[in-house]
């Protein structure tokens, strides 16, 4: 039983589309709102934290939805093709009313309300697809082999990143943004909308979807041992013994800890840099392309370990590094007048550390459930991850506006840790896949 390449990294073309996308959200639209609509940190980690909240609800109903979804092109992919399309569309009325606004335009189609309510629409549009983009994977995949193919997975949503970063920093370097009033982002929001639609539309050319989702379950009817659920048969939900249930409630308050640690640094320290340092997005979104590159150069290995070693014992490395990494940023940045190269590598020891812990957590979620139930469990280890979302733009915007922006790192330190200290009572959907000897394991590639 091996891993097929091909597909997955198909698969992924979704997923990256989805990653480049939130990298631009986080990393622009605390901007704008700032800046061009000039909201207070509190109130703008309200506005970014919706789209969580949006997701609590919306995930684990779409993914639940989707499961039951019978289509020609598959049960995911109408959900997957018709949200890029709405998005792709949505996306370029963005900067188009944030330039009015600037440029003094009065009308309705231009201020703070219709801005919101066209980034509301996006959220919801992303919200009700984003789950059955990321079930398509365990559909597809024989459980074994799903934290190799969640690194496959992640190393494209790594690679959107690079794309979306790298072109930001050539685009919109310090040099020439540093001193504008405002900066004109349209170029960069029809760039990803034109980006989203090529990757899912590349992916439904080559991907018969119902094919393989149909000799996928094949394989795990061949294999009841892999069942977790109380039930004796692939069709249908099923519910989870006690001590499996327990081990699913602490894994997913792993996944809220570890994302409200994480994503405080990902939606604010474009803010923060530019408050105690002077730097731009520029600066920003350098470091967060050597996140992504130290990722990518992880993800395959992290994936090969996780087989031998186990995902839970990767993923105690992952949230350790994680902290001791956000560690040595504060110590890094708490005097810095400039981004440094010391900075750089912490940042790629920080994707290294996220690498370990997106790769396997997704697959141990899903471990847990039966084949049918891959939705659904989709849509709550989503609803985990948002949950802690929901709380970390408020809180630490919160902490940054009263306390101090230097408290970004210490605050993302101590929810790291924490996420360590709930992964010790997760006992279960630790699955080794066989090990494969010298070639074999290039045979794929």
């Known amino acids: 039983m091996k891993l097929n390449y091909k597909n997955t990294f198909l698969v992924g073309l979704a997923f990256m589309s989805i990653i480049a996308f939130w990298q631009l959200y986080d990393n622009v639209v605390p901007l704008l709102l700032t800046t061009t609509f000039h909201l207070s940190e509190d109130l703008t980690g309200v506005i970014m934290a919706a789209d969580n909240i949006l997701a609590l609800f919306l995930l684990p109903l779409f993914g639940r939805i989707s499961d039951r979804t019978t289509t020609k092109i598959g049960k995911r992919m109408p ?10 569309v949505l996306l370029n009325l963005l900067p188009i009313i944030d330039n009015g606004f600037y440029n003094g335009n009065t009308g309705i189609f231009f201020g703070l309300v219709p801005f919101v309510i066209v980034l509301g629409l996006i959220l919801i549009t992303m919200s009700v697809y984003r789950s059955p983009a990321v079930a398509l994977m365990p559909d597809i995949t024989p459980k074994p082999l799903r934290s190799s193919g969640n690194a ?83 069709e249908g939900s099923a519910k989870l013994p006690g001590p499996v249930l327990r081990s699913m409630i602490f ?43 130290g990722a990518i150069l992880s993800y395959i290995p992290i994936g090969v370990a996780a087989s031998k070693f186990g995902r839970k014992k990767m993923i105690y490395f992952g949230t350790l590094l994680l902290s001791a ?19 750089y590598v912490t940042f790629a020891l920080v994707g290294v550390a996220w690498a370990s812990i997106s790769v396997n957590s997704l697959p141990m979620a899903v471990e847990m459930c039966k084949g049918s139930d891959v939705g659904k469990y989709t849509g709550l280890y989503y609803t985990a991850s948002m949950a802690g979302q929901v709380v970390t733009p408020i809180l630490a915007g919160f902490l940054l506006k009263n306390v101090s922006y230097k408290i970004l790192f210490i605050y993302a330190t101590l929810f790291s840790f924490a996420s360590f200290i709930t992964m010790i009572f997760v006992r279960h959907g630790d699955v080794k896949a066989e090990s494969l000897k010298g070639l074999q394991n290039f045979e794929e590639m």
């Open 325 to 343: 990494s956000f560690l040595a940023c504060y110590i890094l940045t708490a005097n810095a007048d400039s981004v440094t190269v010391p900075m």
């Open 251 to 293: 894994l997913l308050a792993s996944i809220a800890l570890w994302y409200i640690g994480y994503n405080a640094v990902t939606t604010w320290f474009t803010t923060y840099i530019s408050v105690t340092m002077g730097e731009g997005i520029g600066g920003a979104s350098t470091c967060f392309l050597v996140a992504n590159v």
């Open 152 to 234: 496959i997975i992640n190393l494209m949503g790594a690679a959107g990143g690079i794309i979306y970063l790298a072109f930001t920093a050539v685009m919109y370097p310090k040099s020439k943004t540093e001193g504008l009033e405002h900066v004109d982002y349209q170029l960069l929001f029809v760039f990803m909308s034109i980006f989203m639609v090529v990757c899912v539309f590349v992916m439904y050319k080559m991907l018969d979807e119902p094919k393989l989702t149909k000799e996928n379950i094949e394989i795990e009817k061949q294999h009841p041992e892999w069942d977790l659920t109380e039930s004796s048969s692939y």
């Open 79 to 88: 959900y997957i093709l018709g949200g890029t399309l709405v998005v792709a």
